[in-house]
């Protein structure tokens, strides 16, 4: 597991996250996980890029437009 120290926060942006920690029934290192959290559970452009590139192109043997009539004309 990583420790992790965020010094010099300013004042009112500490006042904020400890008040919104209380508010969720949480300390303050609790409601900071749960921030970081959700931060690294979304991928980055770059990410998302990276992934695409490592799949692969997909060759599609059907026409797009003539599956979009067909389901279309079917509904």
């Not at 400890?18 to 969720?24: E, S």
């Not at 949480?26 to 452009?45: K, M, W």
């Amino acid at each position: 597991m990583t420790a992790l120290q965020v010094r010099n926060v300013p004042g009112p942006i500490g006042d904020i996250l400890k008040r919104r920690a209380a508010a969720a029934g949480q300390s303050l290192s609790e409601y900071a996980l749960g921030i970081l959290e959700r931060e690294a559970g979304v991928p980055t452009l770059a990410e998302l890029t990276e992934r695409i590139e490592r799949r692969g192109r997909v060759a599609i043997e059907a026409d797009p437009a003539a599956l979009l009539r067909q389901d279309r004309s079917e509904h």
